[in-house]
């Protein structure tokens, strides 16, 4: 007898297993909007996925995955346009509107706001691990040719035994300059004005360049890409310039 209850019992317990993968499949198998987002992902926003006029939910991932993505053949129509959604700068653009509108058409869960807000938290994470010479920071951040030349500069300044003291007080301003989709990427350049103390020393602890002292106001334009079809959400930094 006590045989038998043991194997009922065995599977009564399977059952429950079972019921219990299945529950946690059903979970794990889909995206709620709600998971952690990447610490790298300075652009990911907590939105939920955005609708359209009609009420039906946009979801990027229905897609065919060889199709390109969905231009509007009124951009220059922006009538239709939330400018909640957009910078308050942004609104005396009409190209710049026209470009984050071609985005938001194939990303609908690109917000220019949210992207603003990371760009701001990019720059100074940025500055300041080439500041530091932290390949590793900057290594998912930036793009194949950017960092290159960042990490040569780094190679370059330890072979020199300086060291470089590069601090952000601020970022003034983050200002979109240009917002475009070239085939399956997306591509926006911002100008950064920050005000920034920066010194060089050598290995002897001699400033050989800069000024402790002194803060200096800089202007920046950096790009920003991503490919929209790519299941990574890291925006890379692309291009850099100054102004």
Known sequence: MSGGFQFYDIIIFALIAVFIILRLRSVLGRRT???????RDFFNNSRSRREDTSGEVININ??????????????????????????????????????????????PDFSAKEFQKGAREAFTMIVDAYSEGDTPTLRPLLGDDVYDQFASAISERIESKHSLIDTVISVDEASFVKAEMVNTRARITVRFVSKQISVTRDSEDNIVEGDEDKVLTIIDIWTFSRNIRSSNPNWLLVETSSE
Do not use: C, H
């Open 33 to 39: 909007g709600n998971e952690r987002p990447n610490e």
């Open 62 to 107: 229905q897609r065919e995955k060889n199709a390109e993505p969905e231009i509007d053949d009124n951009k220059k129509d922006l009538s239709n346009l939330n400018l909640q959604d957009y910078p308050s700068e942004v609104n005396k653009s009409d190209d710049i509107r026209s470009g984050l509108k071609l985005i938001s058409n194939a990303d």
